[in-house]
């Protein structure tokens, strides 16, 4: 558990629990999932022992559970807010050890950029004076959002104009924006692995089999797709909700809820653009697939095209060949010592034109697809 007494003019922390709040600043308390679940009895005596109310035992189960989707809800004292963040990690969770980190990674399908991606929730409880964030076992946001606090209440980073968070709410946006650019730094590898096999689906002299990390990369892309939609409906409704909010003096007044909600709408574009970029992969993947099929059928076409070209030469060479053939005693040239050249020279001449038409007709060339 890191606790953190946050000023405007620094940063301390500590790593227990204060008896009452200080004058000015506020708190943050970070602990880890199953952390919170031994220490919740500590934590909800010190909310109320700082002025605040205790978490309803709803949201305590909510923020335990390590399964569960994006969401915000809303008390009179506090604000809950779940945001499953989409990251670089290796990290999973047991489901019977919540917040324990498994020695071993739980197997997933898809390109190795996909599998790298945690997707365990991070839960926040907003107190006027108050933030208490429960994060999964070996977080690395947690770490550095911490490292990055301490070094924006230096000297030298007040001087270049860079503040800290003026109340727990702003804290909390800034996390979840550095969660949702957490994938923003993911995409690029992504796309390039996509990219890749689309060339090798429409290579045509590839025989791509790789069919299994594809379904499994569409099939993650969904599972995206959905963990995205589900943050965008809960910084709406928290947008919504903050929408209600008067100003005071935990707020920062009218400016300071001002900025509150330009800060809350700059996550919501960000994780806009992380569903359409989620969305864009997925479309791809499916339209190299189609593609891929369809330069097949124009192969295949291609082939059966050659064939049937082929076919139609020696149709009138077989027939030549099947008159000579019969068994009557009077056929003409049959037994002159010149008709075999005639014939010959028949099926040869006859070969050549149809193959010199059906050339021209483009039915003996490749498609430029190919």
């Given at each position: 558990?890191?606790?953190?007494?946050?000023?405007?003019t620094?940063?301390?922390?500590?790593?227990?629990?204060?008896?009452?709040?200080?004058?000015?600043?506020?708190l943050?308390?970070?602990?880890?999932?199953?952390?919170?679940?031994?220490?919740?009895?500590?934590?909800?005596?010190?909310?109320?022992s700082?002025?605040?109310?205790?978490?309803?035992?709803?949201?305590?189960?909510?923020?335990?559970?390590?399964q569960?989707?994006?969401h915000?809800?809303?008390?009179?004292?506090?604000?809950?807010?779940?945001?499953?963040?989409l990251?670089?990690?290796?990290?999973?969770?047991?489901?019977?050890?919540?917040?324990?980190?498994?020695?071993?990674?739980?197997?997933?399908?898809?390109?190795?950029?996909?599998?790298?991606i945690?997707?365990?929730?991070?839960?926040?409880?907003?107190?006027?004076?108050?933030?208490?964030?429960?994060?999964?076992?070996?977080?690395?946001?947690?770490?550095?959002?911490?490292?990055?606090?301490?070094?924006?209440?230096?000297?030298?980073?007040?001087?270049?104009?860079?503040?800290?968070?003026?109340?727990?709410a702003?804290?909390?946006?800034?996390?979840?924006?550095?969660?949702?650019?957490?994938?923003l730094?993911?995409r690029?590898?992504?796309?390039?692995?996509?990219?890749?096999?689309?060339?090798?689906?429409?290579?045509?002299?590839?025989?791509?089999?790789?069919?299994?990390?594809?379904?499994?990369?569409?099939?993650?892309?969904?599972?995206?797709?959905?963990?995205?939609?589900?943050?965008?409906?809960?910084i709406?409704?928290?947008?919504?909700?903050?929408?209600?909010?008067?100003?005071?003096?935990?707020?920062?007044?009218?400016?300071?809820?001002?900025?509150?909600?330009?800060?809350?709408?700059?996550?919501?574009?960000?994780?806009?653009?992380?569903?359409?970029?989620?969305?864009?992969?997925?479309q791809?993947?499916?339209?190299?697939?189609?593609?891929?099929?369809?330069?097949?059928?124009?192969?295949?076409?291609?082939?059966m095209?050659?064939l049937?070209?082929l076919?139609?030469?020696?149709?009138?060479?077989?027939?030549?060949?099947?008159i000579?053939?019969?068994?009557?005693?009077?056929?003409?040239?049959?037994?002159?010592q010149?008709?075999?050249?005639?014939?010959?020279?028949?099926?040869?001449l006859?070969?050549?034109?149809?193959?010199?038409?059906?050339?021209?007709?483009?039915?003996l060339?490749r498609?430029?697809?190919r």
């Amino acid at each position: 558990m890191r606790i953190f007494h946050i000023q405007s003019t620094g940063v301390s922390e500590s790593d227990a629990l204060p008896e009452r709040l200080a004058d000015k600043g506020y708190l943050w308390i970070a602990c880890g999932r199953r952390e919170f679940e031994l220490e919740q009895t500590r934590i909800q005596t010190t909310l109320q022992s700082l002025g605040a109310s205790a978490l309803v035992d709803l949201h305590v189960a909510d923020l335990l559970n390590n399964q569960l989707p994006s969401h915000y809800d809303y008390t009179s004292q506090y604000d809950v807010l779940v945001f499953r963040r989409l990251a670089a990690g290796h990290s999973e969770t047991d489901l019977t050890q919540p917040g324990a980190v498994l020695t071993q990674s739980l197997k997933r399908g898809g390109p190795p950029v996909l599998r790298r991606i945690d997707t365990s929730p991070v839960g926040f409880a907003v107190f006027d004076r108050v933030l208490i964030t429960v994060h999964p076992a070996g977080c690395l946001v947690l770490d550095q959002y911490a490292t990055r606090l301490k070094s924006s209440a230096t000297a030298a980073s007040r001087a270049a104009g860079v503040h800290l968070p003026p109340n727990p709410a702003d804290l909390m946006l800034r996390i979840v924006n550095q969660m949702v650019d957490g994938y923003l730094e993911l995409r690029r590898e992504l796309t390039r692995q996509l990219d890749h096999w689309q060339a090798e689906l429409l290579h045509p002299k590839t025989r791509f089999s790789n069919w299994g990390s594809l379904l499994d990369a569409r099939i993650s892309l969904h599972q995206l797709d959905e963990i995205c939609e589900d943050q965008r409906s809960a910084i709406q409704d928290w947008i919504e909700a903050l929408a209600t909010w008067e100003p005071n003096e935990h707020n920062g007044g009218h400016r300071g809820l001002e900025l509150l909600k330009v800060r809350s709408r700059d996550v919501l574009e960000h994780i806009e653009r992380v569903v359409h970029h989620v969305r864009r992969l997925e479309q791809n993947a499916e339209t190299a697939v189609q593609m891929h099929f369809s330069a097949q059928s124009n192969r295949t076409n291609d082939i059966m095209r050659t064939l049937t070209a082929l076919t139609a030469i020696f149709l009138p060479l077989n027939l030549i060949a099947g008159i000579f053939g019969m068994n009557f005693e009077f056929i003409p040239l049959i037994h002159q010592q010149t008709g075999f050249w005639w014939a010959m020279g028949s099926m040869a001449l006859i070969a050549a034109v149809l193959g010199v038409l059906f050339w021209r007709k483009r039915y003996l060339v490749r498609s430029s697809s190919r």
